[in-house]
């Protein structure tokens, strides 16, 4: 299984609803990610995970609330959004650390109103 | 500063036809470096990965090169098809600090690739 899967596919959420992301691996990788990506722009690094400790926080607002509850998941929670929020929001894993080849997820497409 | 600059920015090519894409970069110390292609609204799906030591690396019709002596690397795409058409970009990993294994990715702005029939 060489899958990373992410639900849901779509979430629209209003500026106070609190939601959260999934992220899901069974390849045995013990470090995963998460990134935003906007229209047209290449993905940035939110968050990553190894061996679920937090490692990076790139100064990420704490309306992201990332969380990693075993070796196999990942959870971002999501708080008091804005608008400019909205993109589109991947997962990745890999075996270590970022010197090995990432495997991403097909991304939740996040809209905030 | 650490950047990874591709281009063309977008290229438009007929069925069947070949195509190069080219990417530069200047992160340092360098790890490795790999392409992606990623679909609207998708995930990128990994095409190859490269390190220092490997100057070209293929993968079915998708062949990369890697020069990293003048920190340059293309993507040569053959007989290409209709399914071909995405965003092709361009990741560079760099060893962390203190020689530690945690790297950073930085990402080329991809370039947006159009097959036409």
């Known amino acids: 299984d060489t899958e990373v899967t992410q639900t849901p596919k779509h979430l629209v959420m209003g500026m106070t609803n609190k939601k959260s992301l999934k992220c899901e691996q069974h390849?045995?990788?013990?470090?995963m990610y998460w990134y935003k990506q906007k229209a047209k722009k290449p993905p940035e690094l939110m968050f990553v995970?190894?061996?679920?400790?937090?490692?990076i926080n790139e100064s990420v607002p704490s309306r992201f609330s990332p969380e990693c509850p075993n070796s196999s998941l990942l959870n971002l929670h999501l708080h008091a959004l804005q608008p400019e929020d909205s993109a589109l929001y991947l997962c990745?894993?890999?075996?270590?650390?970022?010197?090995?080849?990432?495997?991403f997820g097909p991304g939740t497409r996040l809209t905030v109103t | 500063k650490n950047q990874v600059e591709q281009s063309p920015q977008s290229l438009i090519i007929l069925e069947g036809k070949n195509c190069t894409l080219q990417?530069?970069?200047?992160?340092?110390?360098?790890?490795?470096l790999r392409w992606y292609k990623q679909d609207t609204g998708r995930g990128p799906v990994s095409l190859t990965i490269?390190?220092?030591?490997?100057n070209t690396k293929s993968n079915g019709r998708y062949t990369a090169t890697l020069d990293a002596d003048t920190k340059q690397s293309s993507l040569h795409i053959t007989a290409s098809q209709l399914s071909d058409s995405a965003s092709y970009i361009c990741?560079?990993?760099?060893?962390?600090?203190?020689?530690?294994?945690?790297?950073?990715?930085?990402f080329g702005r991809g370039t947006q690739l159009t097959v036409w029939p």
């Open positions: 390849m045995g990788h013990r470090a």
């Open positions: 995970y190894s061996y679920e400790k937090l490692s």
């Open positions: 990741v560079v990993s760099a060893i962390g600090d203190r020689g530690s294994t945690l790297g950073r990715l930085y």
């Open positions: 990417c530069n970069y200047t992160v340092s110390p360098f790890s490795n």
């Open positions: 490269m390190t220092f030591s490997e």
């Open positions: 990745a894993s890999s075996q270590g650390l970022a010197s090995y080849e990432q495997y």
